[in-house]
């Protein structure tokens, strides 16, 4: 099995591309308004309500590139009926059972956090911080309260026995 994507439910598309396309590099590779465009991409129009639980759903999906050898992607999926709202403070912490976090590979974790930090966005700790020799590494909040985590890897894990 290999990692295919993670999808991110945003309020705001443009300000999803300023991030992922702009600020972190990975390069757009679709983007779609759903159901109006479902043939372009081989989706059956219905697809989209029954998924959203909601008739006449429609949204705006993106799909950016995290790494061209294997094909990993992004998707930004822009609820535009019904319209996404913000996740509540009290939701997003760890106390809540969800996917809280998304992760990326780098180099050079120091200039990454200073380039996030000058982003304006909001990070989880003061500083980068260290794992056990395996990582350095910083959280950070998108605009809809999402954590993406950047990790430099330092180290490795190894199979218990």
Do not use: C, K
């Amino acid at each position: 099995m290999r990692f295919n994507h993670v999808a991110i439910v945003v309020t705001d598309v443009e300000r999803a591309l300023s991030l992922y396309r702009d600020l972190l590099g990975f390069r757009l590779a679709s983007d779609v308004v759903l159901p109006d465009e479902s043939e372009a991409i081989g989706l059956d129009p219905g697809q989209l309500s029954e998924s959203f639980r909601h008739a006449g759903a429609r949204a705006r999906v993106l799909a950016l590139i995290v790494d061209e050898a294997d094909g990993s992607f992004l998707e930004i999926l822009h609820p535009l009926e019904p319209p996404a709202a913000p996740m509540p403070n009290q939701f997003r912490e760890y106390a809540f059972a969800a996917i809280r976090e998304v992760a990326f590979l780098v180099d050079d974790i120091d200039v990454w956090f200073e380039r996030v930090r000058s982003g304006g966005y909001e990070t989880q700790t003061r500083s980068v911080w260290e794992a056990g020799g395996l990582m350095r590494s910083f959280i950070f909040y998108d605009q809809d309260g999402n954590r993406v985590q950047l990790v430099e890897q330092t180290g490795s894990f190894r199979a218990s026995a």
